[in-house]
């Protein structure tokens, strides 16, 4: 489990993208909505319920994550709801949950899509009544507490497979909120790169905070399938590696240098025409940039016009 920290958070949104993501939660934040964060791995949900609790009447409380993932079940009813001493092995002394221990503050469910049908049934409890019981007693205690969720997966598809409640669902989702994959917005990966540069630097004590010329355009150019944590990591590890917190692309990992797909200077690459490298490239920028011809054109180096006429000829 874990606390938020007392330091304000400093979120980076320069992308539209981004910022319509903030302004959904800005405007829900007021109230006790519940509200389901989806995104990619990294894409910062967590990050998000940090600013939405922080917009919200019980700022001054605090916020509790707690991941449901990590706990086996029994183990996380007694984590949220509390039990009775005896309720089940190893409960030695009551125990007051997080319902009831957080009053006033918000609760952040990590990967709800991971929590077990008897949790379901109670989640869905303190969604409905607002009251919790604790773990083998029959109290129904009253519980003040917004619910905020996260998942990465694909909730609908998880009710369809029958692995999670319809009508919790429906509860956890008055709003859901998207956060967006960061190559879905290019615009931030400069900001941020920036951000967490200094932020590695003045954490290491190193006395540089730049980058090698170079970088930062590959890094708009990268897929980014951790997402932010995949950036912050890839940052660090250089600050270290070029041991003077100078961002180098000697120090990045390959597949930052050289992506994933079918990109010249990779192997696959070899057997391929002229015509298919520029077509693979040319698919795979416009992955990146979220489908944008315009950004995919400035990426390429190339004005629209060309990009569109390039894109007829190779049948795009
Ligand atoms: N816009 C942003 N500005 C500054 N820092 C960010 C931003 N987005 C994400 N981060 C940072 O990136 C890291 C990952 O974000 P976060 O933990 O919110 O992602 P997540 O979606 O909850 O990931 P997971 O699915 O793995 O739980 C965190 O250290 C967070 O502070
Ligand atoms: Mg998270």
Redesign the pocket.
Known sequence: MEFDSVESI????ESRA?RRTLEIARKVAPYDTSVLLR?E???????VARFIHQHSRRADSRLYSISCGALPETLLESELFGHKAGAYTGAARDRVGLFEQGALGTILL?EIGDVGPAAQVKLLRVLQEREILRLGENIPRRVDIRILA?T?RDLDEEVEAGRFRRDLLYRLRVVEIE?PPLRSRVE?IRP?AV?FARHAASRLGFPDRGFESGVLELFERYSWPGN??EL?NAIERAAVLGGDGRIRRSDLPSQILFGSGAVPGSGKAAGMSLAEVEAAHIRKVLAHTGGSRSKTASVLGIGPSTLWRKMKRLGL
């Open positions: 400093q979120l980076r949104a981004f995104g791995t990294g894409s910062g949900k967590e990050i990590d996260a990465h956060v931030d941020l951000h932010v944590r912050i």
